[in-house]
């Protein structure tokens, strides 16, 4: 007997029972699952993150500048070398400034010295006030005796017992008696007005703070400041970098030197898309690697701050978007991202450097702009305070040795 050819039904049922097709539909539900997965893992977890591998490490480039003129004589410190804050790393030639400094202390010594006379005229001129006054009153005295004198005998000139003679004497000392007295009192009213400018010169101050002694310690000042200048120290401690000085070179205030790089005050600048900074605020904590260490080493930083502009605004040419052939693209913003001092230090970044910056924005509650200054305390250097000191220690010691006793 013939065989019958299957059914439409048949072959519906020859299908279902297929095990291939029980196999991708196992298969397509497992993807949905992973894809609910996924999804479900991005919505919490990895939505509230932005990386970008377009970072570089930033730092202080503190160049070393000259304050005086002068000639190269010594360069202590050559690239890649590691240098203390304050330590010497040029030296000029020195002899100018000697001479300089030596004509100084000697006009300040010989300032000190007629100040000083001044002070001496003072109290002789006080003296000489005294000895006038002393004057005046004898002549008083001796006045108001001829007039004693003249009055006795003018009550006896009636009686005859003086005779005309003795009166006119006496008439004579007292006239001479007043010329004298007025000669004193013009004498000491001369004195006073002696005195009283040489105290117009003196009075209210010393001889170390007299104008005319503060001018010339000022100009020993700045002939001892010219001379420690003479030794430039470094800033701040950090690797030098990019030397340009070489001996026997005549340099002149602000002539770049060198540069030094503090590697431990190193920051990255993570250039977002715009973008990416919707839900970014300041505080959110990042994770770096480097590519100069890979993988492996990771720097834990956070937000310090969102540039005020993109950068190309800040470019030396900027975009003009007004003159007709400005395309637009999607703009990068800096970010500055504060690393951990600990791992800078484990790690070290060199400037320039490449990295990758993933910032974790979950938390919202920082601010987008800051609001105040950090207040990095790290952008300070003492270095140049014991000069100022050395040249005050050197004024005192001028004055005091030519000031004398009248030092007061």
Do not use: C
Request: hydrophobic share 45%; proline share 4%.
């Amino acid at each position: 007997m013939a065989e019958m050819a299957p059914t439409a039904a048949d072959a519906v049922a020859t299908n279902g029972r297929n095990p291939r097709w029980r196999l991708l539909g196992i298969a397509a539900a497992i993807f949905a699952i992973l894809g609910l997965a996924y999804f479900a893992y991005w919505y919490v977890e990895l939505r509230h993150f932005e990386r970008t591998d377009n970072a570089y490490v930033q730092g202080n480039l503190v160049e070393v500048t000259p304050q005086v003129a002068g000639t190269v004589v010594a360069v202590r410190a050559d690239d890649t070398d590691f240098v203390p804050a304050g330590a010497p790393v040029v030296t000029l030639d020195r002899t100018d400034a000697e001479v300089a400094l030596a004509q100084a202390q000697a006009a300040l010594a010989q300032t000190a010295r007629q100040v000083r006379s001044l002070y001496t005229t003072d109290a002789t001129g006080l003296a000489n006030v005294r000895l006038r006054e002393a004057e005046v009153g004898r002549v008083r005295a001796d006045l108001a005796k001829a007039r004693d004198d003249l009055a006795r005998r003018q009550a006896l000139e009636a009686s005859g017992a003086v005779s005309g003679e003795e009166l006119e004497h006496a008439r004579s000392a007292v006239a001479n008696a007043e010329a004298a007295l007025a000669a004193v009192q013009a004498a000491l009213v001369a004195a006073q007005q002696q005195l009283a400018t040489s105290r117009a010169l003196t009075e209210g101050t010393t001889i170390e703070h007299h104008p005319d002694v503060e001018r010339s310690a000022a100009k020993v000042r700045e002939a001892y400041l010219a001379l420690a200048r003479t030794t430039i120290p470094a800033p701040v401690a950090g690797y030098v970098a990019k030397r340009a000085v070489q001996v026997g070179q005549r340099v002149a205030p602000g002539t770049r030197l060198m540069s030094i790089v503090p590697l431990d005050q190193v920051w990255v600048d993570a250039n977002f898309k715009e973008v990416q900074l919707r839900d970014m605020r300041i505080g959110q904590p990042v994770t770096l690697t480097a590519d100069a260490y890979g993988a492996s080493v990771r720097y834990h930083g956070t937000v310090a701050g969102l540039s005020a502009g993109t950068g190309s605004a800040f470019a030396l040419l900027p975009a003009q978007n007004a003159t007709g052939n400005w395309i637009k693209v999607v703009q990068r913003v800096p970010v500055r991202i504060a690393l951990d001092a600990k791992e800078l230090a484990a790690h070290p970044l060199r400037v320039g450097l490449s990295m990758e910056a993933t910032v974790d924005t979950a938390d919202r509650s920082g601010p987008t702009l800051a609001t105040t200054t950090q207040g990095n305390t790290h952008y300070v250097t003492d270095v140049y305070a014991d000069v100022a000191r050395g040249a005050d220690a050197l004024v005192r010691a001028t004055i005091a040795a030519n000031a004398g006793g009248t030092r007061r």
